[in-house]
């Protein structure tokens, strides 16, 4: 296993971090633990949660397994916060008292006394950005985060940030964890020299499209087992010019002799910025299968080639659109 900075921060962490949203909702409890084992075994360092994925229950997942384990010294555990965690109205959010709060409820659950990574998880449009890095350097100084970072963060914002952090001496953002896959490259065009600029690493989610570039997905047909068959997955993720790009980068995997999935995991491994994708394996075959990527070395062929399927910068399938630029619309319709 390789390790790598996160961002300006000396934090190192390996290249694939392990994501835990199907912990404790498409994958049961003991079979969680057994990842979490296995990619800790295979030198996976990092570990990604939420307080809302599976209403806490992935919190506490990750919490248990490394406490029965006696392993939790070993691993930086990243979480985030922002999302609905209950129906009052400060339940959610990018506000002091719910960030004090949320902070609070995932210690807990993680049965840990610090949170190595706390990660806004997506914009909150309401909340001044003082306030939010105001209240996270001040759970940096009291020892209960080590480092902060984003998700979803337009590029004016993580610039703010910066800025913010600059003038007022409060802990810097470490890193943003953007949608990024070969169906959607948006955030070549700007996210990535943003945060070259300011020391964010990025962690890419979503690097399979939600099973698109898992090679299954083939004209349209979606096996019944699939997430995207669970959960659902929209027409403008899962477009005619998206399953049609599937379609040629299949032969380019099946040419280095691997599955889709591991070419598209290398492919974002060999990208400019990117730290460690983040990988979300449903079961231990799956976590096999996105170890298998860190063995792939593609040439400058094989990344031309992919250009010419899905040119840099260009989007076949709208994971930023609808997860950055569709909020950013929001709000300047609803302040107009």
């Not at 835990?20 to 800790?40: C, H, V």
């Not at 307080?51 to 397994?65: A, H």
């Amino acid at each position: 296993m390789e390790y790598t900075q996160l961002g300006r921060s000396g934090l190192r962490v390996s290249r694939l971090i392990l994501g835990t949203m199907n912990f404790g909702a498409a994958t049961d409890r003991e079979t969680s633990k057994r990842i979490i084992n296995e990619a800790l075994d295979a030198g996976i360092n990092a570990i990604d949660t939420a307080d809302c994925y599976s209403n806490g229950v992935s919190e506490e997942i990750v919490g248990e397994t490394l406490a029965e384990s006696g392993r939790r010294d070993e691993v930086v555990i990243a979480t985030k916060f922002t999302a609905h965690m209950g129906q009052g109205p400060n339940d959610w959010g990018q506000s002091r008292y719910h960030i004090m709060q949320a902070c609070e409820n995932s210690l807990r659950r993680l049965k840990t006394d610090h949170i190595d990574l706390y990660q806004a998880h997506f914009m909150d449009m309401v909340t001044p950005l003082e306030e939010m890095l105001r209240a996270l350097d001040d759970l940096v100084r009291q020892g209960k985060v080590r480092y902060i970072g984003v998700s979803k963060f337009a590029c004016a914002l993580i610039a703010e940030a910066a800025m913010l952090a600059r003038q007022y001496g409060w802990a810097p953002l470490i890193s943003e964890q953007p949608p990024y896959n070969i169906l959607d490259r948006s955030i070549e065009r700007e996210l990535v020299w943003t945060c070259k600029r300011y020391g964010l690493g990025i962690i890419p989610w979503g690097p399979l499209a939600y099973g698109l570039l898992s090679g299954r997905i083939r004209r349209g047909k979606i096996p019944s087992d699939s997430r995207s068959a669970k959960s659902g997955i929209s027409p403008t993720r899962m477009t005619k010019e998206a399953l049609r790009a599937v379609e040629k980068l299949i032969p380019l995997a099946e040419a280095k002799g691997v599955t889709l999935a591991e070419f598209a995991i290398a492919w974002l491994l060999h990208q400019p910025g990117v730290t460690a994708p983040l990988i979300g394996p449903r079961t231990p075959e799956h976590l096999h299968s996105c170890l298998k990527s860190l063995e792939i070395k593609l040439t400058d062929d094989d990344l031309k080639a992919v250009d010419e399927i899905n040119p840099p910068g260009h989007s076949l399938s709208a994971f930023y659109a609808e997860n950055v630029d569709a909020k950013l619309w929001q709000d300047v319709k609803g302040r107009s």
